[in-house]
């Protein structure tokens, strides 16, 4: 079993900064890939960024790049993500998932394990 717990959320002004941690439980934490996704109220939960399991590789959406970065700590069992410049359109719960398999994807279904979220709100 895994559990993930979010953290770093909050009210932040358009052009603002955050950073999202998340915080995991697991023997094995080092050999899981490790995605973040969000979901805007009315909205599907979609991909924002993914990281393999010695953090070599990582991938982003389109809508990101640029202005987040994804990283992790192995041993912390901690993956975190940096948001820069932040907007508007950015505004959504966030939440980091596991794939205890290692397969990092920007689709839902590989990873087997999510957090409960942690709310962004960014202000015009």
């Known amino acids: 079993q895994v559990q993930l717990v979010e953290s770093g959320g909050g009210l932040v002004q358009a052009g603002g900064s955050l950073r999202l941690s998340c915080a995991a439980s697991?023997?094995?934490?080092?050999?899981?890939?490790l995605g973040w996704f969000r979901q805007a109220p009315g909205k599907e939960r979609e991909f924002v960024a993914a990281?393999?399991?010695?953090?070599?590789?990582?991938y982003y959406a389109d809508s990101v790049k640029g202005r987040f970065t994804i990283s992790r700590d192995n041993a912390k069992n901690t993956v975190y993500l940096q948001m820069n410049s932040l907007k508007p359109e950015d505004t959504a719960v966030y939440y980091c998932?596991?794939?205890?398999?290692?397969?990092?994807?920007?689709?839902?279904?590989?990873?087997?394990?999510w957090g409960q979220g942690t709310q962004v709100t960014v202000s015009s």
């Open positions: 990281i393999s399991w010695s953090g070599g590789s990582t």
């Open positions: 697991g023997r094995t934490f080092s050999s899981y890939a």
């Open positions: 998932a596991a794939d205890t398999l290692g397969v990092v994807a920007g689709t839902k279904d590989p990873y087997d394990y």
